[in-house]
Nanobody
């Protein structure tokens, strides 16, 4: 079983930036970042997998960027121009194979424990 460990969550003011990291203990083909705010459903934020361009939720397009370092089995989420509505627990998810529907949680085999992002106005 591949283990995922997120880091980089913090409290920032609106307009600020954060970079989240997620390190996997083994090979991961596809990655996704999800987030869940209190009282809300979990939502997919950004997805990356081999052979496809990254995919983003409309709410973060132009502000967030997902990238991967395959040599390190690590995925990153660069978050710029943060807004209070970005406040949530952020989770990374990984899959050992391709994912047909990015941003949907049912395609992923591995999950991290989450890292908290808080954006104040």
């Amino acid at each position: 079983q591949v283990q995922l460990v997120e880091s980089g969550g913090d409290s920032v003011q609106a307009g600020g930036s954060l970079r989240l990291s997620c390190a996997a203990s083994g090979y991961t083909y596809a990655w996704d970042w999800f987030r869940q705010a209190p009282g809300k459903e979990r939502e997919g934020v950004a997805s990356v997998q081999f052979g496809r361009t990254p995919y983003y939720a409309d709410s973060v397009k132009g502000r967030f960027a997902i990238s991967r370092d395959s040599a390190k089995n690590t995925v990153y989420l660069q978050m710029n121009n943060l807004k209070p509505e970005d406040t949530a627990m952020y989770y990374c998810a990984g899959s050992r194979g391709s994912v047909s529907y990015p941003l949907r949680s049912d395609g992923y085999n591995y999950w991290g424990q989450g890292t908290q992002v808080t954006v104040s106005s």
